[in-house]
C-alpha cells in the first residue's frame, strides 16, 4: 500500500524492503552488474592500468594514454558502467514497487519493462555522463566556478534520477520525462534536494564500507593472479549491487510520495503504470 512518508520513514522502508527482498534484488543486480565483473576479470589488471595511468605527466601525455589502449579500455568500462546503473536502477525500482504494491516480485516483469523505455534510459545515461563529468570539473576548477559547475552537475544528476522513474513507471520518453521529472521536483524542491543528498551519502557510504576489502587485495604481491582478480571484481559486484539498491529503493519512496502529496495517486493507479 502507498502512503506518504517522513524522510525517517523512508530510510526505515528502505531498508526493511532491502532485506525481504534481497534474493530478487540480488538476482537483478547480478544479472545487470555481472557481465562488468566478467569483462574487468579478462581485462588488465587494476595495477597495470594504474600505472599506465600515472606515467601520464603531462596534458600531450594524458591525451596518448586516452587513447591509448588502457585509456579506452577504461573510459568504454566507466560508460558501460554508468550504463549499467541506469539499467539497474531502473530495474530495482520496478522490483521495488512491485513488492510495495503486490508484496512479490516478478523478475521478468522487470527486465520487460525496462526494454520498453531502453532508449529513454539511453538518453539518460548519456545526460548522467554529461551530470558526471561537469561535477568532476567543477571540483578540479577554482572557486567560483567550483560552486556553478559542482552544484550543475550535482543538480542534473538528481533531476535525471527522478526522469529515469518518470521514464519507467509512467512511460514518458526523453525530453518529456525530464519536464515531467522538473515539474514533480518543483512542487518540494528543498526537501526533494535534502533527501537526495542523505540518499547518495548513504549509497556512497555503503560503496565504500564494502570496497575495503579491495585494499588488501590490490596490495597484495600476487594481484595479477585470476583468483585475486576474481576477489577484487566480487568484492566490487557486491558493493555496486548493494549502494544502487538502496538508492534505488530510496529514490522510488521519494518519487511515490511525491505523487501522493501532489496528484491524485492510489494503488490502482501505480498496479496499471508498473504493468503488473
Not at 555481472?34 to 594524458?62: C, D, Y
Request: hydrophobic residues 50%.
Amino acid at each position: 500500500m502507498i502512503r506518504t512518508r517522513t524522510i525517517g520513514n523512508l530510510f526505515y522502508e528502505t531498508f526493511s524492503i532491502f532485506t525481504k527482498c534481497l534474493y530478487s534484488f540480488g538476482v537483478i543486480a547480478i544479472c545487470v552488474f555481472g557481465p562488468l565483473s566478467l569483462i574487468s576479470i579478462l581485462g588488465p589488471s587494476q595495477e597495470s592500468l594504474q600505472t599506465s595511468l600515472n606515467q601520464a605527466q603531462t596534458a600531450s601525455e594524458m591525451l596518448a594514454y586516452l587513447f591509448s589502449g588502457y585509456g579506452l579500455y577504461t573510459i568504454g568500462l566507466s560508460i558501460l558502467t554508468i550504463f549499467a546503473i541506469t539499467v539497474g536502477f531502473s530495474a530495482l525500482s520496478i522490483a521495488a514497487v512491485q513488492y510495495i504494491n503486490d508484496k512479490e516480485i516478478n523478475l521478468e516483469t522487470c527486465f520487460k519493462q525496462v526494454s520498453w523505455r531502453l532508449l529513454s534510459i539511453i538518453l539518460m545515461t548519456g545526460i548522467l555522463i554529461i551530470s558526471v563529468i561537469t561535477t568532476m570539473f567543477g571540483f578540479l576548477l577554482f572557486i567560483p566556478t567550483i560552486g556553478l559547475l559542482a552544484a550543475f552537475g550535482i543538480g542534473v544528476f538528481f533531476l535525471t534520477l527522478i526522469s529515469l522513474l518518470v521514464t519507467v513507471h509512467e512511460g514518458e520518453k526523453y525530453f518529456a520525462a525530464i519536464k515531467r521529472g522538473f515539474k514533480l521536483v518543483e512542487n518540494t524542491l528543498l526537501r526533494v534536494a535534502g533527501t537526495m543528498i542523505l540518499i547518495t551519502i548513504i549509497g556512497v557510504f555503503t560503496k565504500i564500507i564494502l570496497d575495503l576489502p579491495k585494499l588488501f587485495i590490490i596490495s597484495s604481491v600476487n594481484n595479477e593472479i585470476i583468483l585475486y582478480k576474481i576477489l577484487f571484481e566480487a568484492v566490487g559486484l557486491i558493493s555496486i549491487s548493494t549502494s544502487v539498491t538502496i538508492m534505488s529503493i530510496s529514490v522510488t519512496l521519494m518519487y511515490l510520495d511525491m505523487r501522493i502529496r501532489f496528484e491524485e495517486f492510489d494503488d490502482n493507479k501505480l498496479s496499471n503504470q508498473t504493468r503488473i
